[in-house]
C-alpha cells in the first residue's frame, strides 16, 4: 500500500535539484559557476556564428547615422542597459570580444549605433510631471458687446483691464468682478492691453492703427503712439526700460520710447501679420511671432533679428514667457502646436501635445501651470515643465450664444498665479480658480 | 640632355635668370641652381609666344604686352571682382565632417544664431550635444539683467537723442543775423581812389519755413537678409477627401447667370436652397386657423338665431299690429253705423267676417248711405283704370315688338315713313337700278375734259350743274338777269312784270276774295314802302313796366292747379 502511495522519483529530484540550484545561486561558488573560458568560446562562436552580419551597420545607414539621430554619451550607456547582473556581465563579456572600433562623437554626433538610438528613445530621461491641482470655472463676467480680445491684470493685483470688439476698454475688480470703469477712445476693437509696472499708465492697441497711453490718475488718453500701418494686433511692455513694443497686420514690431513717443525700431523681417509680441528683460528682449509661422528673437539694442525659429508649420498667435524659468512657449495650429523654447539662443526643447486646435492664447504662471485656450473653445493647462496636459476644458459660451462662439482670445494669469482670466467670443470674462483642497 | 650639355662649351656669361624660367622658356637650357631670384621670370621679348601674363607680378611696372593675345589685367585693371560669386568654398569642421549649413550661414550677420541642423529639431533632452548645464534653463542673474539693460539703455537713447534732435529745428538763425566787419585792401593799388574799403558782411536772414530747395531722394532699400532655413516639413498634399471637403459648389442663381450656362434642372432646383431646409410651420398657426374657424362658426350659429328670433318677434308683431288695426276699423264701422261696440266674443266673429270680404262688399254695404258723388268719384276711377290698361298694354305691345317693327313705329313717328303714301299713290319709289346712281354725277364736262395740264386750274371755272342734267332742270337760278336769263323778271321791263304777275300758272283763275281785309286796301303802286313802327311791337315797354311794379307773374290764378282738379274739370266738361 505504501509503495503503491509513493510518488515517483523522477519529477522529485527534478524539483529537488532546482531548489538547491535556486537556494545556493544567491552565493556563488568557483565549483558552481560554469567555465568562464568555455563560456567565452560559446559566446564568441555564437556572435561570429549569428550576428557577424550585424556588428555594425551597413554603410549607408552608418552615413545617414553619423551625423543626426540622437544618442548617448558613453557613460550612460549604462544606465540604458541596466538590468539583471547577468546581463550586465554578459554585455560586458561582449564588450571584451566585439573588437568593433567604437566612432569617436563629433561636434555634431556620434555613437553611432541604430540599436541604441532606438533604445534611447524609449529610456529617455523621464521627469516626473509635478502635481497640480486642478482648475475650476469660478467667476463669468458679462458685459461686453463684442469679442473679448484682450485682458491685462493690474501689477497691485487690485483689478484687471479688458478690451473688447465693441471698442471698450472696461477696468473690472478683480476679487468681486464688478465694473470699475468703461474707457472709450478707440474705433476699431481693442486688440493689446498692458498696465505699466512702474508708470499709473495704461497702454492699449487696436485695430485702428492706434496705440495709446492712458493716464490712470486722470482716466484720459495721454500719448499716441502714431506709425503703424495697419491695425496693430499686440503690444508688450519692456520691463525694465521705458520701452514699448507693438506689432500688427503690417508685418513689423516697433519699439516706441515711452516718454517721448518716438520710435526708436521698426523690428521688420516677418513676411506676415505679427500676431504677438512678448518682451522680458534679458535678451532676446523682444519675441515675435507672426502669421508666417516663424518665431523671431530680437536684439533690442540693434533692431535685428537674432534667431529665427520656423519649426511651426502654421501661423503663430501666441507666445507666453515664463516668469522665472528662461524659457518661453509658442503655440499655432495643427499637430505638434505648441512648443517650448530655451533662452536666449531659443532651442528647441518640447512639444505639448495634445491640444488640436488653433491655438488663440497662451499663459503660464510661475507655479509651472501652463494654459492654452483654443479658437473651438477647448482649454488645456499643461505643466510646464514636461509638457504633460493634467486638464483639459471645454469653454462654456453663456447662455444665447451661437455654438460657434465658443472660442478663448485671451487669457492671463493674476499676479498670485491663482486665478485665470481668459476672454472669449461669447463676449464674456471668465475666471477660472485653482481648486485648492 | 645632359650628356648634350656636357658636349657643349661652358656659357662665358652667366645669365641673371631663375631656373623657372629657363624651364618654361628654354627648356634645353641645362638647370643650374646657382643663383635663385625672386624676380618673376618674364621671357624675353620675341619669346613671348605661348606666355600668359596672369599675375600682376608679371607686368613688372609696366603696361600690357600687346604680342601676347591674350586678356591682360595690369595693375588688376579692368578685372571683374571675382568675390561676388555664388560658390562657396566647402568647410569642414574639427572632426572632418562637412560643414553644409555654411550655405545658410553665408550672408548672415556673424552673430546671428541660425538653426539649420537635424539637432534643432531634437528636443532639448534627448540631444547629446549638450551638457546638463546647456539644459538648465536659470534666468539671468541681477547683474547680467543690470548689464544687458544699461547696454540697450544706452543704444536706445542714443537713438532717441538722435530722433528728437531731428525732430526739433536745429539752428535757429539769429534776427539780426550775425556781422562781421572785414577791412578789405584791394591788392592792385591803382593809385587813386580808395586805398582800404571796410565791408560788412552778414549772413542773410533764411525763411525758416522755407521748403528745402533741394529733393531728398529716397535711397532704395538694401537687399533684406537672405531666409533663415526652414525646419519644418513641407506642407502635405490634400488628399482627394480633403479636396473634396473643401470643394464649394459654384453659385447657381436663379436670377442671374451672366454667361449664359446652360444648368441642369437638379441643380437649378437645388439653388434656390428649397430642398435644403426643411419647412417647419409653427403649431399656432394651426391653432389659430382652427380658432377661426370655431369662430366662424359660432357667429353664424349666432347670427342664424338672431334671425330666427327677429324673425318671430316681426311675425308676433305684424300679428299683434294687424290685431290691432282689425279692431279699430272694427270700432269704426260700428261707430258709424252708431252701434255700440259689441260684446267681444261676437266682435270678433263680425270682424272676421267682415274681413273675409273686405273689398268687395265695400259698396253693398254702404250702398244705402253712399251719395251720388260717390258714385261719380268711382266712375271717374274706373274710366282712368281703363285709360291706364289701354296704355300699359301699348307700352306692353311696343316692348314686345321685334327691332324691325319698332323701326317702322319710329319712322312712322318722325314722318319718315312712307309706305303708306306708296300704298296711296301718293309717292313713287324709284324702280330700275339705273335710277339708284345719281344722274348728276354723270357726263361732267370736267370731268370728261383731259386731265392734262397740271398748271390749269380748271376745277371750278364750270358751274357745278350744268348741261343737260337733271340739276339743271331742278335748280334754275330765276333772279339773274344780269347771268344771262333774261326770262327773269319778265325780262325785266313793266309789262313784262305784269305779265309775270298776273300769269296764273296753276290755272286757278282770277282770284275773286283774295285775303281777307285785302279788299280794303288801296291799289299799291310801286313798291313797297314801309314806315318806321315806332309801336310796342313786342310788349317790351309793357313787360318792362310790369316789372317795376314788381307784380308777381306766377300768381295768376287762370292757370289751373292740380292734375287732378283738372282731369276732374275735363271730365265735367265731357258730361
Keep these: 500500500m505504501s509503495a503503491a502511495a509513493l510518488p515517483p522519483l523522477e519529477p522529485l529530484f527534478n524539483i529537488n535539484g532546482k531548489r538547491t540550484r535556486s537556494v545556493f545561486a544567491s552565493c556563488p561558488d568557483a565549483g558552481f559557476k560554469d567555465e568562464e573560458k568555455s563560456a567565452r568560446l560559446r559566446l564568441a562562436v555564437k556572435i561570429h556564428d549569428e550576428y557577424r552580419d550585424f556588428k555594425e551597420l551597413p554603410s549607408a545607414l552608418l552615413s545617414q547615422q553619423a551625423h543626426v539621430g540622437p544618442s548617448r554619451p558613453k557613460e550612460q550607456r549604462k544606465l540604458i542597459t541596466a538590468g539583471a547582473s547577468a546581463d550586465a556581465e554578459t554585455s560586458r563579456m561582449i564588450a571584451k570580444i566585439d573588437n568593433t572600433p567604437v566612432s569617436q562623437p563629433s561636434t555634431f554626433m556620434s555613437s553611432s549605433k541604430l540599436s541604441q538610438a532606438l533604445t534611447l528613445h524609449k529610456t529617455t530621461r523621464t521627469v516626473k510631471p509635478t502635481y497640480h491641482p486642478p482648475w475650476k470655472l469660478a467667476r463669468v463676467i458679462s458685459g461686453h458687446l463684442g469679442w473679448v480680445r484682450s485682458v491685462a491684470v493690474e501689477p497691485g493685483n487690485k483689478w484687471f483691464a479688458t478690451g473688447a470688439g465693441d471698442r471698450v476698454i472696461k477696468i473690472w475688480d478683480l476679487a468681486s468682478g464688478e465694473l470699475k470703469l468703461s474707457l472709450t477712445g478707440h474705433i476699431s476693437t481693442v486688440r493689446g492691453l498692458a498696465v505699466s509696472p512702474r508708470h499709473p499708465y495704461l497702454f492699449s492697441c487696436g485695430e485702428d492703427k492706434m496705440v495709446k497711453c492712458w493716464d490712470l490718475e486722470a482716466n484720459k488718453v495721454i500719448r499716441h503712439y502714431h506709425g503703424h500701418l495697419s491695425g496693430v494686433y499686440s503690444l508688450s511692455l519692456h520691463p525694465t526700460l521705458d520701452v514699448l513694443v507693438t506689432a500688427g497686420r503690417d508685418a513689423s514690431a516697433r519699439v516706441w520710447d515711452m516718454r517721448t513717443k518716438a520710435q526708436i525700431h521698426v523690428l521688420s523681417g516677418h513676411t506676415g501679420t505679427v500676431a504677438d509680441v512678448k518682451c522680458q528683460e534679458s535678451d532676446p528682449q523682444v519675441i515675435t511671432g507672426s502669421m508666417d509661422s516663424t518665431v523671431r528673437l530680437w536684439d533690442l539694442a540693434a533692431g535685428k533679428t537674432m534667431v529665427t525659429l520656423t519649426h511651426h508649420k502654421k501661423s503663430i498667435r501666441s507666445l507666453a514667457i515664463h516668469p522665472t524659468e528662461y524659457s518661453f512657449a509658442s503655440g499655432s495650429a495643427g499637430g505638434n502646436n505648441i512648443k517650448k523654447w530655451k533662452c536666449p539662443e531659443g532651442t528647441f526643447v518640447f512639444n505639448f501635445s495634445g491640444h488640436n486646435a488653433i491655438i488663440n492664447t497662451l499663459s503660464v504662471n510661475a507655479e509651472g501651470v501652463f494654459f492654452s485656450g483654443g479658437d473651438n473653445g477647448t482649454l488645456t493647462l499643461w505643466d510646464y515643465n514636461t509638457g504633460t496636459p493634467f486638464q483639459n476644458m471645454d469653454d462654456i459660451p453663456q447662455p444665447g450664444s451661437l455654438e460657434a462662439e465658443a472660442g478663448v482670445f485671451c487669457s492671463t494669469f493674476d499676479m498670485t498665479g491663482t486665478r485665470l482670466i481668459t476672454g472669449g467670443a461669447d463676449k464674456t470674462i471668465k475666471v477660472y480658480a485653482e481648486q485648492s483642497q | ?575
Design chain 2, 1 to 575: 640632355m645632359a650628356a648634350l650639355a656636357a658636349l657643349l662649351p661652358k656659357p662665358v656669361y652667366e645669365t641673371v635668370i631663375s631656373d623657372d624660367e629657363e624651364d618654361i622658356v628654354r627648356p634645353s637650357a641645362p638647370a643650374q641652381q646657382q643663383i635663385i631670384s625672386t624676380r618673376i621670370p618674364v621671357p624675353p621679348y620675341g619669346q613671348r609666344r605661348g606666355w600668359k601674363p596672369t599675375r600682376p607680378e608679371d607686368y613688372g611696372d609696366g603696361g600690357a604686352y600687346p604680342e601676347c593675345h591674350v586678356a591682360q589685367y595690369p595693375l588688376e585693371m579692368g578685372r571683374k571682382k571675382a568675390s561676388s560669386g555664388n560658390t562657396l568654398a566647402l568647410q569642414v569642421d574639427s572632426e572632418g565632417n562637412i560643414r553644409y549649413d555654411a550655405i545658410a550661414h553665408q550672408g548672415q550677420r556673424p552673430d546671428k544664431l541660425i538653426q539649420s541642423q537635424f539637432k534643432d529639431l531634437v528636443p532639448l533632452l534627448h540631444r547629446k550635444d549638450l551638457e546638463d548645464s546647456d539644459r538648465l534653463m536659470e534666468r539671468p542673474s541681477e547683474e547680467e539683467v543690470q548689464a544687458t539693460a544699461d547696454k540697450t539703455r544706452a543704444a536706445l537713447e542714443k537713438l532717441v537723442n538722435g530722433k528728437i534732435k531731428a525732430a526739433q529745428p536745429k539752428n535757429v538763425p539769429d534776427s539780426q543775423g550775425k556781422t562781421s566787419f572785414i577791412r578789405y585792401t584791394p591788392g592792385q593799388q591803382n593809385g587813386d581812389g580808395l586805398k582800404q574799403r571796410i565791408i560788412k558782411m552778414s549772413e542773410i536772414v533764411e525763411d525758416p519755413l522755407e521748403p528745402p530747395r533741394f529733393k531728398h531722394k529716397k535711397i532704395p532699400r538694401g537687399p533684406p537678409s537672405p531666409p533663415p532655413p526652414v525646419l519644418r516639413s513641407p506642407p502635405r498634399k490634400a488628399t482627394a477627401a480633403e479636396q473634396k471637403e473643401w470643394m464649394i459648389p459654384p453659385c447657381i442663381s436663379n436670377w442671374k447667370n451672366n454667361k449664359g450656362f446652360t444648368i441642369p434642372l437638379d441643380k437649378r432646383l437645388a439653388a434656390d436652397g428649397r430642398g435644403l431646409q426643411d419647412v417647419h410651420i409653427n403649431d399656432n398657426f394651426a391653432k389659430f386657423s382652427e380658432a377661426l374657424f370655431v369662430a366662424d362658426r359660432h357667429a353664424r350659429e349666432e347670427v342664424r338665431q338672431r334671425s330666427l328670433m327677429q324673425q318671430k318677434l316681426m311675425q308676433k308683431e305684424k300679428a299683434s299690429k294687424e290685431e290691432n288695426l282689425r279692431m279699430l276699423a272694427q270700432r269704426a264701422r260700428e261707430e258709424r253705423g252708431g252701434v255700440a261696440p259689441k260684446p267681444t266674443a261676437q266682435g270678433q266673429a263680425a270682424m272676421k267676417a267682415s274681413l273675409a270680404n273686405y273689398g268687395s262688399d265695400s259698396d253693398s254695404d254702404s250702398d244705402s248711405n253712399d251719395s251720388a258723388e260717390d258714385e261719380d268719384a268711382r266712375r271717374i276711377r274706373d274710366e282712368m283704370r281703363q285709360e291706364k290698361r289701354r296704355e300699359r298694354e301699348r307700352e306692353m305691345r311696343m316692348n314686345n315688338m321685334g327691332a324691325e317693327q319698332r323701326a317702322k313705329q319710329l319712322a312712322r313717328q318722325q314722318n319718315r315713313d312712307i309706305s303708306e303714301k306708296v300704298a296711296l299713290g301718293l309717292a313713287k319709289p324709284t324702280l330700275s337700278k339705273e335710277s339708284m346712281l345719281d344722274s348728276r354725277l354723270f357726263n361732267q364736262e370736267s370731268l370728261s375734259g383731259s386731265f392734262a395740264d397740271d398748271d390749269t386750274y380748271n376745277l371750278y371755272d364750270k358751274p357745278l350743274f350744268h348741261g343737260s342734267t337733271a340739276a339743271a332742270a331742278i335748280y334754275k337760278a330765276r333772279g339773274n338777269i344780269s347771268e344771262g336769263n333774261d326770262d327773269s323778271f319778265g325780262g325785266g321791263t313793266d309789262e313784262g312784270i305784269g305779265k309775270a304777275l298776273d300769269n296764273d300758272r296753276f290755272g286757278l283763275g282770277q282770284v275773286r276774295v283774295g285775303f281777307e281785309g285785302a279788299n280794303e286796301q288801296e291799289v299799291r303802286e310801286g313798291p313797297v314802302q314801309f314806315e318806321k313802327d315806332t309801336g310796342d311791337v313786342f310788349g317790351l315797354n309793357q313787360f318792362l313796366d310790369e316789372a317795376k311794379t314788381g307784380k308777381k307773374r306766377g300768381l295768376d290764378t287762370v292757370a289751373g292747379g292740380s292734375r287732378k282738379r283738372q282731369q276732374l274739370e275735363k271730365v265735367s266738361e265731357r258730361e
